[in-house]
């Protein structure tokens, strides 16, 4: 079974930086791309970022590119997001979600971890 | 890019059929097949209950199915059921930017 977990969301300033880590289980890790999607309170779901199998590809929504960058580490079976430059709209929940294929372009998402909250405010 | 347009809510009654529209552009829904439908009820994970425009994963109820037409694509729940009463969300990928680009999100109330 596919399990994602999620940690490192906190109450933070705005222009602070945090990091948020996925730790993965139940599927070959370096075989699927990885991508960060988030959820405002009561908004709805955005694409933030996704990063190749190998982690040598990535790309950004335009909303947090230049900020955020993702990153993996396929030995330990860790998915990373480093935000910097916090603003207050990026408060919201992140979720770790798994690709269906090797690529982040051109798939979909098959599976979820129940995400963590990050608020940015003073 | 613009969230992808979809109605705020859609309700029926058990057993009836609902259909929820999801409008983008040409340079997401109308262009490419990497269309993805994902059913999520607050307070649990979001679940993808259809891929590729019109596909079903293993364990989706054949209640479930979509299309898509030009620039909108389509998910019909046939025969309502309460558990069907959640937050459903179209998703779309775009290569002119290489990125994905969700919809507004749909309530669907079982009355």
């Known amino acids: 079974e596919v399990q994602l977990l999620e940690s490192g969301g906190d109450l933070v300033q705005p222009g602070r930086s945090l990091r948020l880590s996925c730790g993965a289980s139940g599927f070959t890790f370096d075989d699927y791309a990885m991508d960060w999607v988030r959820q405002a309170p009561g908004k709805g779901l955005e694409w933030v970022s996704g990063i190749n199998w190998s982690g040598n590809t990535d790309d950004y929504a335009d909303s947090v590119k230049g900020r955020f960058t993702i990153s993996r580490d396929n030995a330990n079976k860790f998915l990373y997001l480093q935000m910097n430059s916090l603003r207050p709209e990026d408060t919201a929940f992140y979720y770790c979600?798994?690709?269906?294929?090797?690529?982040?372009?051109?798939?979909?998402?098959?599976?979820w971890g129940r995400g963590t909250l990050v608020t940015v405010s003073s | 890019q613009s969230a992808l347009t979809q109605p705020a809510s859609v309700s029926g009654s058990p057993g009836q059929s609902i259909t929820i529209s999801c409008t983008g552009t040409n340079s997401n829904v109308g262009t490419y097949n990497f269309v993805s439908w994902y059913q999520h009820h607050p307070g649990r994970v979001p679940k993808v209950i259809i891929y590729?425009?019109?596909r079903r994963p293993s364990g989706i109820s054949h209640r479930f199915s979509a299309s898509k037409s030009g620039n909108t694509a389509s998910l019909t729940i046939s025969g309502l059921q309460t558990e069907d009463e959640a937050d459903y969300y179209c998703?779309?990928?775009?290569?002119?930017?290489?990125?994905?680009?969700f919809g507004t999100g749909t309530k669907v109330t079982v009355l």
């Open positions: 998703c779309s990928y775009s290569g002119h930017t290489n990125e994905y680009v």
């Open positions: 590729e425009i019109n």
């Open positions: 979600v798994k690709a269906a294929g090797a690529s982040f372009s051109g798939t979909y998402f098959d599976s």
